[in-house]
């Protein structure tokens, strides 16, 4: 039997589950780098310190994934997986400098066919110009986090203000005007958090006042690990450079806008740069202002999810509409000393998936066994449009799991793949996990190395257990099994 909060709760939603359309509407919500350590859903050290109450709320109403893993832990890729259901090497983009082959299939192509209206807004970084929408406005490149400029169904619009608010404003825009005959799937995907993190002008002195908590890994010599990551060069102590620390700016602000932001930042880093602090204490202030201006720019894309979730409420949407919450991949707030993304490590490896979906879903569910992957979007969508999934799709559809109906034959794996070598000092790399034992393979002549990882006894990942005589069976197996997969999704070898 459901739950009595279950049955509340699609009570509440009643207007969107009493339509007859068995095809619902899809909103798709996507950040870039957004870490499950920076959403309070996940607990940890920062959910008192920088609660995400709106994004908190899709898992109440619904289900929180813990093994949500990505197939290639960087921007493009990863979004390439997304629209494609295949690895990278099968879909083209292997890495950022790549182009999207846009003439490929893709799932908002076949949703259109299945008769829905389909558009993105936000953050694409494929290069290629967006196919298979009915609109698009996307940020050209990277983008900035003021004064966007956003391709528009082919043309350049200029936009004031600051870039997370934007994307929502657009995206509502578009739902006010589409076509209410047609269900919708709707990508509203930003930029933030991803780096340089300029917050939003509201947002410049929150948590001003406190010490974000360090990850006890925040210095970390690798002693444990092959010496693959020794080669790195995304250490917050070493590497972030002047934009990141927000010594120096990268938006192109208006007058006023500059004024506010310079007059809160320039204060602070003459007193910083006048300190000279040297060693642990310089290590120390960058990893401050880092969290924290990540952390800030998290809260405005907290703010503008709520946004959305209440316009799909005064609007009655709530009830029929498929929100799912998730990003790129995951990112480093400090662990191992680092910020970015791109290891096979679980702080990269690992991303937020929060999905609702009202008479379908149990709320306040959290799963932590099964293992899925954003391979298994594309497949997931077409489900929930009630369309045809095509054989070459390499993921599988969410939708039995979501109604806590895990098929028998559920992978008990997932296969990793990280093409860019060099960006950052990342190698390329690739692995197999079983979601308690990880192993990851650095083929290149340099490194030839392989690691082991028993992840309940070592969460974090310190102690390399390759060739440990006591992990020779869990060695043994997960190299079969990193054959298997490679042959099963057609991995070149050379």
Not at 38 to 50: F, K, R, T
Not at 228 to 239: E, L, V, Y
Not at 308 to 326: F, P
């Amino acid at each position: 039997m459901r739950s009595l909060l279950a049955i509340t709760l699609s009570l509440h939603f009643l207007p969107g589950i009493a339509s007859a359309n068995n095809q619902p509407n899809i909103l798709f919500l996507f950040c870039d780098d957004h870490a499950t350590q920076a959403i309070s859903a996940y607990g940890g050290p920062l959910a008192e310190i920088a609660p995400t109450p709106n994004i908190d709320r899709i898992a109440k109403e619904g289900m929180l994934f813990r093994k949500c893993y990505v197939t290639n832990s960087i921007c493009g890729p990863s979004r390439a997986v997304v629209l494609t259901g295949k690895y990278s090497h099968l879909n083209g983009f292997r890495n950022n400098g790549d182009t999207f082959d846009g003439s490929q299939q893709t799932a908002p192509k076949l949703l259109r066919k299945a008769g829905y209206q389909t558009a993105i807004v936000g953050k694409w970084h494929l290069k290629s110009v967006p196919t298979g929408f009915d609109h698009f406005e996307v940020l050209k490149g990277q983008g900035q986090y003021y004064n966007p400029r956003l391709l528009t169904n082919g043309k350049i619009v200029n936009h004031e203000g600051y870039t997370t608010d934007i994307i929502t404003d657009r995206t509502l825009e578009w739902l006010e005007n589409r076509d209410p005959e047609k269900p919708f799937f709707l990508m509203s995907q930003h930029k933030a958090p991803h780096g340089r993190w300029e917050p939003a002008i509201r947002h410049l002195e929150w948590l001003d006042e406190i010490d974000v908590p360090e990850p006890p890994t925040l210095v970390h010599d690798y002693a444990g690990r092959s010496k693959a990551s020794t080669q790195h060069k995304m250490g917050i102590a070493d590497h972030m450079g002047p934009h990141r620390l927000m010594l120096t700016y990268s938006s192109k602000f208006t007058p006023e806008q500059f004024a506010k932001f310079d007059g809160h930042y320039r204060p602070r880093n003459e007193a910083f740069l006048a300190a000279n602090l040297e060693g642990k204490d310089r290590a120390r202030w960058h990893y401050q202002r880092y969290i924290k201006n990540y952390l800030r720019c998290v809260k405005a894309v907290d703010e503008n999810v709520g946004r959305l979730l209440a316009y799909l409420d005064e609007k009655g949407l709530a009830g029929n509409t498929v929100v799912i919450y998730s990003s790129d991949q995951g990112f480093y707030l400090g662990e191992h000393g680092w910020f970015d993304k791109r290891w096979m490590y679980e702080e990269s490896f690992r991303t937020p998936l929060l999905v609702r979906w009202p008479g379908t879903i149990d709320p306040d569910t959290v799963n932590d066994t099964d293992i899925v992957s954003n391979l298994d979007f594309a497949s997931t969508f077409l489900d929930i449009a009630n369309t045809e999934i095509p054989d070459d799709l390499q993921g599988r559809s969410l939708v039995p799991v979501w109604k806590g109906i895990t098929p028998s034959n559920w992978r008990k794996t997932h296969y990793y793949h990280y093409y860019e070598s060099g960006g950052h000092g990342v190698p390329l790399h690739f692995g197999v996990t079983d979601g308690r034992n990880k192993l990851i393979r650095f083929p290149e002549p340099h490194l030839d190395a392989w690691e082991l990882y028993d992840l309940e006894a070592d969460p974090q990942e310190m102690e390399s257990r390759y060739d440990d005589p006591g992990m020779a069976e869990v060695q043994a197996k997960l190299k079969e099994e990193l054959a298997r997969l490679q042959d099963t999704f057609a991995v070149p070898t050379e």
